[in-house]
């Protein structure tokens, strides 16, 4: 069963209940799904605002307050359990993956919803313009750049990117339609030779697969989500708890709240 | 000496030895001059916060480190002398206007600073669209609506909009123009008649100045920096620093940095 059709709130039932335990791609079309990113409360002003920096790489669609586990973006939710699978991390370090995070949750905790390039890879889709790591089943491949982020407080480090290949004509079109999206990444950030932003062999990503690149299209490159995470992590927070790779938080908001036109 | 075309660097210089101490509209044409908000540490997460939830209203900027009041967009920058005059409030109580704020300046204050509509003015001006509180040289009207913000912590209350009147058809290049600013409070939040936004008496601005509608115009309306200023103000924090109406920090970053294409 695809659940392209199933509405958001039904999903992030089944997801509780641990009736679901798969990544979410594909899932409630046409509804924004999110990463997560939860911290303590003591490293939750530095990591906000090294998110307001670079909002590029972090588009925040949502932050809770301290405590609250229900987003704004998603009437009843709760986000200790409504993903299907959990990564959590002490001092850096990967401890367990979970199917719910209950039992690590404290009063001070915020969770940080960051924006993912589903969002706008459907409008891509709609534009004719393939998307590769769909065509090939696979993960998007990501990289680490030279693109140093803002810092701010604790935060500081490289630009991931995700990358797509196309056509140089479908460069052009992909950058009017990603632009419209500039809370979800938005424009590329760099479009042709990977070694302009420090990236020694595409065929090798830092994170995710590696794609086929055809002959007579170029790599585009945005802002990946993966950068605050990573940052993150980087700074060896007491704990840090995010989703599952490719296991996002289904939220009720449209895809189309966030185009600017 | 009207200091268009001088450097933002400059005016910070003149400013900062108190040697300019007037309204900043129209100095360093195509740099982006911004609204000041200073809070204590304690009350900056939820403003932070609140200004994410809120973007349209609390375009963000900048937001600096406690106790740093360099700004990022403005290189050898001082937050506490380079605006002409500040305003300092006491558990929501105007205290005095000062010329700068080094007594007051505690080192867990954390400055933010909000973008302004100068920076989509500039844009439907040269679209030859006119801007009647510049043509009769006033300020711009603003009005509490009854359009709710998304409240963070202890900051909550109305949406204050910004109006400017035109015909249907320049405000529909109007709406093209400004989408192109999501960063600078965007596309206007209403067309037409006030009413529907809670505003009783058009002639009758809450904050700035009554401007003429003229026959075959439309009131159109914007989402307004003073937003999280009056909201901020509400919630009395202990102190509170802000900008005297109409004398701005002008910044190093150009208008069109702005500007999502």
Known sequence: MSHEGTLPAELRTLIRQNELIV??????????????AIL?????????????????SCPLVDVTEPGIFESTIAKGSDLRTDIP????????EFVEEVLNIKSYWE??????LIGCSFTFETPLLEAGIGI????EGCNVP?????IPTTPAGKFSGPTVVSMRPMTEAEAIRAVQITSRFPGVHGAPLHIGDPKV?????????????AVTIKE?????FWACGVTPQAVAMQSKPSIMITHAPGHMFISDLKDTNLSVF
């Open 40 to 56: 303590k409360k003591e490293d939750a002003f530095d990591f906000l605002l090294f998110c307001q920096r670079n909002q590029k």
């Open 197 to 209: 932003i420090g990236i020694e062999d595409i065929h090798k990503p830092d994170f995710g697969d």
């Open 216 to 220: 007579g299209e170029v790599p585009v």
């Open 23 to 36: 990544p979410t791609a594909g899932m409630s079309k046409g509804y924004t799904q999110a990463n997560l």
């Open 132 to 135: 590769r790591h769909i065509e």
């Open 142 to 146: 990501m990289y680490k750049t030279n």
């Open 107 to 112: 009063d001070d905790m915020v969770c940080f």
């Open 85 to 92: 699978k959990y990564r959590v991390y002490k001092d850096g």
